[in-house]
């Protein structure tokens, strides 16, 4: 009678489907990033983009009707076409307030 070798078990465990399926990923080696400095000529105020939202004192002018809405008002921000500016030069353009507008 010929004996057959019993199989050898692995030295490593394979791990079962829901041992993949809830493993934790490995972590990524954090990359650091210098990024260079920005080159402007003129001063903050200047290069500076509005804040989202306007910002205080501001209102959004629909500039397709020109109309301004004050900050709280539902189209606050929200209209195709339109800016921020203080309200003085809203006025100054000839835009008008909205109805029901504070």
Do not use: C
């Not at 080696?29 to 509005?50: F, I, K």
């Not at 959004?60 to 539902?74: A, P």
């Amino acid at each position: 009678m010929s004996a057959t070798p019993a199989p050898v078990a692995s030295a490593t465990p394979k791990p079962n489907l829901l041992g993949r399926i809830f493993s934790k990923p490995s972590p990524t080696p954090a990359v650091a990033t210098n990024p260079a400095p920005e080159r402007g000529l003129g001063n903050a105020s200047t290069n500076a983009t509005p804040m989202p939202g306007g910002g205080p004192g501001m209102v959004w002018v629909n500039t397709e009707s020109h109309v301004f809405h004050r900050e709280g008002s539902h189209y606050y921000g929200k209209t195709k076409q339109g800016k921020y500016m203080t309200e003085t030069e809203a006025l100054k353009e000839g835009d008008r307030a909205a109805t029901g507008s504070r």
